[in-house]
């Protein structure tokens, strides 16, 4: 099974996440078979972290929370809440298996909550442009709760636009970059 994990972070954190960064990376160095994208959210100003994504195969929604929960980031405070949802991986493939590489900017984690009611998440057209992208999903698989995505696009707005005209309760769309030892 597939996992999104989004951590977001304490406004005053930064130093924190600056002093637990090697904790962190040794711990995500256990799931390295097991991760498909992994990065910091960014402050769009500052270029600081905001939070983070990992995008992760692991056994069970308890170990998904545990994975989540365990991470010394959120162990030490570092994070002021943690969605953990079951996500599903519709290009099958990795981040570092991304066409366009890891460098450069304008990357983004874009996130669309799905109100009651069918959603369609289907690839789209082009899917050049997308790093990751699949729906998030019930523990059991059986209902779609949205949509997350890893993109490169030219701005914010841009990468809104992969979500389409669909009507999502609320779409979120967060600097991110590749994550995971320099």
């Not at 256990?30 to 991760?35: A, G, H, V, W």
């Amino acid at each position: 099974m597939e996992f999104l994990t989004h951590h977001r972070d304490r406004a005053d954190a930064g130093e924190l996440r600056a002093r637990l960064v090697e904790r962190h990376w040794s711990f995500m160095d256990r799931y390295e078979r097991q991760l498909i994208a992994r990065g910091p959210t960014l402050d769009r100003l500052t270029g600081q972290a905001t939070g983070s994504v990992h995008l992760v195969e692991l056994p069970s929604p308890r170990a998904a929370r545990n994975f989540a929960l365990d991470d010394p980031n959120y162990q030490a405070g570092v994070s002021r809440d943690v969605l953990v949802r079951r996500w599903q991986n519709l290009l099958g493939r990795t981040m570092w298996e991304f066409p366009g590489g890891e460098d450069g900017p304008h990357r983004y984690f874009v996130l669309g909550l799905a109100p009651a009611g069918d959603l369609d998440v289907s690839l789209p057209a082009d899917t050049s442009e997308l790093i990751a992208y699949g729906p998030l999903l019930s523990d059991d698989g059986g209902t779609r709760l949205g949509v997350a995505a890893l993109v490169r696009a030219a701005d914010p707005t841009s990468a809104r636009q992969l979500f389409g005209d669909q009507a999502y309760a609320t779409v979120e769309v967060h600097d991110w970059e590749f994550g995971g030892r320099p």
